[in-house]
């Protein structure tokens, strides 16, 4: 698979899960590439909280979310980010990562 194809075969994929419902907002894809690496990955515009006392807290997920430093919000607010790195059309590196809202949203829809 070549990064052209992957990063196709994410819009088709972030299309879809808004057509099922199953996300409510999909971030625009990144591309870029320095020489032979080319890295797909979400829009970043600022470093979130990272720092390890902040994994898997509010403040960092809230971070993230109002950055918009994540690929897709699903519809009950979890958080997707995915990043592929290729070095001359090969896949070397990726990232998939799931982050689960820390709040219960009881019927209601998120809305972006």
């Known amino acids: 698979m070549t990064p052209n194809q992957l990063r196709n075969d994410l819009y088709n994929a972030y299309d879809l899960m808004l057509e099922k419902g199953i996300s409510i907002y999909n971030q625009p894809i990144a591309y870029e590439q320095q020489g032979s690496m080319i890295r797909i990955t979400w829009r970043q515009s600022r470093i979130t909280l ?15 979310a109002k950055d918009g430093s994540y690929s897709c919000l699903l519809l009950d607010g979890a958080l997707l980010r995915l990043s592929y790195v290729f070095k001359r059309n090969k896949l070397i590196a990726h990232s998939l990562w799931y982050y689960p809202c820390p709040l219960i949203f009881i019927q209601r829809r998120i809305t972006h």
Do not use: H, R, V
């Not at 990272?50 to 403040?59: E, I, L």
């Open 50 to 64: 990272a720092k390890p006392q902040y994994f898997g807290t509010f403040k960092q997920y809230l971070s993230i």
